[in-house]
């Protein structure tokens, strides 16, 4: 029997002016935290009912791990703490840590994430060591690995977060013999422009 796939989905407590910072600069904080919450619900939703992988929800701070509705609850989905260090440590954990079976981690920053595109991840697992999913901007909404026979050492040591070099950092930290997988771009919202777009392509199917 094959180990079971595991999708571990990263979030941060919804709180106003913490969340989506960049996007608050440009629409303000209630409306940025507004979209927050409901793509946050949408995406676990989404995906964390899928039967065919194991989904974790990892959040940070981990004080707020065990606060009873501030997550959305959605049947299956386990609930852990992303623990300590930078972003890179903390995604580095869990392809350490997870039971045996491939690891793929996604933010809650992408709406149109859709179950084909984790199923599309792990099936590209089946005969590569890495998978990424590229965003628009230079960075990625998701990264999986195999982890047979290994995982990378120092995966995330030197990458420049929340720029355009995200992606091309991560895959200068991997090694030569690594077989890599690119899945289709989608849109991060990360600002005002990306939010009106999204809201633009959304207005044809809520008529």
Known sequence: ????????????????????????????????????RRNFADVLRRLGGD????????V????????AGLWPPVPGVRLIAQGGGDLGARMARPLI????GPVAIVGTDIP???PRHIADAFAA?????????????????????????RVPHGLFGNVRWSTEHALADTLACLPGDFRTAMLETLDDVDDGVAWRAWRARRRPALK
């Open 97 to 100: 840590e997870m039971p045996p």
């Open 60 to 67: 940070t701070p981990d004080g707020d791990a065990a606060r």
């Open 1 to 36: 029997m094959n180990p079971t796939p595991h999708l571990v989905v990263f979030a941060r407590a919804p709180r106003r002016g913490v969340v989506k910072r960049r996007l608050a600069a440009d629409i303000g904080a209630d409306a940025a935290l507004a979209f927050y």
């Open 51 to 58: 039967p065919r992988w194991q989904t974790w929800l990892s």
């Open 112 to 114: 149109d994430i859709a």
């Open 125 to 149: 697992l089946g005969t590569n060591e890495m998978v990424f999913g590229p965003a628009t901007d230079g960075g990625y909404w998701l990264v999986g690995a195999r982890r047979r026979p």
